[in-house]
């Protein structure tokens, strides 16, 4: 039927089809646009709730952690004061009689240069690390055996590693001391 419309009205009904087409088209991008930016604002204030609520328990366990990290540095800090506190105080003074007859054993071919002392659980379980040169493999067993006749040490290990050389030797040796 269109067809049969003289050309004046058939500009006319297809300019009136297309205003009606482009103002359906906009009320359809308006609706759109007015329930998008419904839709962002509801998203917004949902997002602004959880966002204040993950701030305050951050915030919560931030408090939370400072406070435990406090109490086991503070719980740390007496355990080692303790622990420095028996070492210092309460076996000073075997510790240096160990050391003393450790140095004197030595003889002119062996030279000490380091001592570690290794605390264990309980007192009778202390060991030390006595490090050192010897000029030779004969004075190196010489000064272990001597090193077994002390009242303190209870047991001499000399690793067999320390005897591969026979010359200029550079020793470890652990000592099992006991302390009363």
């Known amino acids: 039927m269109f067809g049969l419309l003289p050309k004046k009205y058939k500009k006319e009904v297809l300019l009136e089809y297309r205003l009606r087409l482009s103002v359906a088209a ?6 759109t646009l007015c329930l998008s930016v419904v ?3 509801v998203s917004a204030a949902i997002l602004e709730g959880k966002e204040e609520t993950v701030l305050n328990e951050k915030k919560t366990i931030e408090s939370s952690l400072a406070a435990k990290n406090s109490e086991e540095l503070l719980k740390t800090a007496r355990e080692t004061k303790v622990l420095i506190d028996v ?4 076996r000073k003074e075997e510790l240096s009689a160990v050391i003393e007859d450790v140095v004197g054993y030595k003889q ?5 240069s380091g001592f570690t002392l290794l605390r ?3 007192d009778d ?9 010897a000029t030779n493999r004969g004075a190196l067993i010489d000064f272990a055996d001597r090193l077994e006749q002390s009242d303190y040490i209870e047991n001499v290990d000399v690793p ?6 026979e010359r200029d030797i550079d020793f470890s040796i652990k ?3 006991k302390l009363q």
């Open 87 to 90: 070492i210092m105080n309460n």
């Open 120 to 122: 264990g659980n309980s």
């Open 175 to 177: 000592l099992s001391i």
């Open 39 to 41: 839709f962002f604002a």
């Open 108 to 112: 002119g071919l062996i030279s000490v």
């Open 160 to 165: 067999i590693s320390n005897f591969a050389e």
């Open 26 to 31: 906009l009320g359809l991008l308006f609706l």
């Open 125 to 133: 379980n202390s060991s030390l690390f006595i490090e050192g040169f």
